[in-house]
C-alpha cells in the first residue's frame, strides 16, 4: 500500500504553491504531524500534513479497520500581519491528532476546542469544521481506500462555540454571512448573537 503522505503534499503543492515554513509535532503514542504554511500576499494558510496517514475510525467500532474510513487534512486561513498567528502550529497539530488520541472522526459541522487561545491573544479557543472542496480538492485514493479531503477551519469565539452547540453549524454560517463576519480576521469580534 502506498503512503498517501507525499501525494497529499503533492495536492496542497499544486493548490496553494510552495510552503514558506514547515513544522513538525510528534504526540506520544502517534504519528508525526506536520504543519506547513503557504503564504499569499495578505493571507497565510496553514496545512497539517499526516493526519491523513491513517483513516479515521469509529470510535464504537470493535476493531479499526487499517484501510477503510474517512481520511482528511486540516486547512485555516488567517489574514497576514494582524496577530501572531504562527504560533498555531502546535494547537492544529493538537488537532489534527485528535483521531489517533482520542478515537474522533473529524467532519463538516464538528467542532475542535483546544482549550486555550489558538494563537497568543486570539479570541478563539475552538474551530468549526467546514465542507471541503473549495480551496483544495479531495485527493482521490486508488479503492478501498477513501479519498482525503481538505477541511477548512473557522475560528470561533467562546460564545459563538457556545451558541453553535445549541442551534447547529448551519444557523452559525448563516449569521456570519448574514453579518458579513470576515472569518479570516485573526482579531475578528464574535457575530452579535442575540
Given at each position: 500500500?502506498?503512503?498517501?503522505?507525499?501525494?497529499?503534499?503533492?495536492?496542497?503543492?499544486?493548490?496553494?504553491?510552495?510552503?514558506?515554513?514547515?513544522?513538525?509535532?510528534?504526540?506520544?503514542?502517534?504519528d508525526?504531524?506536520?504543519?506547513?504554511?503557504?503564504?499569499?500576499?495578505?493571507?497565510?494558510?496553514?496545512?497539517?500534513l499526516?493526519?491523513?496517514?491513517?483513516?479515521?475510525?469509529?470510535?464504537?467500532?470493535?476493531?479499526?479497520?487499517?484501510?477503510?474510513?474517512?481520511?482528511?487534512?486540516?486547512?485555516?486561513?488567517?489574514?497576514?500581519?494582524?496577530?501572531?498567528?504562527?504560533?498555531?502550529?502546535?494547537?492544529?497539530?493538537?488537532?489534527?491528532?485528535?483521531?489517533?488520541?482520542?478515537?474522533?472522526?473529524?467532519?463538516?459541522?464538528?467542532?475542535?476546542?483546544v482549550?486555550?487561545?489558538?494563537?497568543?491573544?486570539?479570541?478563539?479557543?475552538?474551530?468549526?469544521?467546514?465542507?471541503?472542496?473549495?480551496?483544495?480538492?479531495?485527493?482521490?485514493?486508488?479503492?478501498?481506500?477513501?479519498?482525503?479531503?481538505?477541511l477548512?477551519?473557522?475560528?470561533?469565539t467562546?460564545?459563538?462555540?457556545?451558541?453553535?452547540?445549541?442551534?447547529?453549524?448551519?444557523?452559525?454560517?448563516?449569521?456570519w454571512?448574514?453579518?458579513?463576519?470576515?472569518?479570516?480576521?485573526?482579531?475578528?469580534?464574535?457575530?452579535?448573537?442575540?
Amino acid at each position: 500500500m502506498a503512503d498517501v503522505l507525499p501525494l497529499v503534499e503533492a495536492r496542497l503543492r499544486t493548490a496553494l504553491g510552495e510552503p514558506d515554513a514547515r513544522a513538525a509535532v510528534t504526540f506520544l503514542g502517534t504519528d508525526r504531524i506536520e504543519v506547513l504554511r503557504f503564504g499569499e500576499g495578505e493571507i497565510v494558510r496553514y496545512a497539517t500534513l499526516g493526519m491523513s496517514a491513517h483513516p479515521m475510525t469509529d470510535p464504537t467500532a470493535v476493531v479499526a479497520d487499517p484501510v477503510k474510513g474517512p481520511r482528511a487534512e486540516l486547512l485555516l486561513s488567517v489574514r497576514a500581519g494582524i496577530a501572531d498567528t504562527d504560533k498555531v502550529l502546535r494547537p492544529l497539530a493538537v488537532l489534527a491528532a485528535s483521531p489517533q488520541v482520542e478515537g474522533v472522526v473529524v467532519a463538516p459541522g464538528a467542532s475542535l476546542d483546544v482549550g486555550e487561545p489558538l494563537w497568543p491573544g486570539a479570541p478563539f479557543t475552538s474551530v468549526l469544521v467546514a465542507e471541503p472542496g473549495g480551496l483544495v480538492e479531495d485527493l482521490e485514493l486508488d479503492a478501498p481506500l477513501d479519498p482525503v479531503r481538505f477541511l477548512p477551519l473557522l475560528p470561533m469565539t467562546p460564545n459563538e462555540a457556545a451558541w453553535k452547540r445549541v442551534h447547529g453549524a448551519q444557523a452559525l454560517q448563516e449569521r456570519w454571512l448574514s453579518s458579513g463576519t470576515d472569518l479570516r480576521d485573526p482579531a475578528r469580534r464574535s457575530v452579535p448573537l442575540d
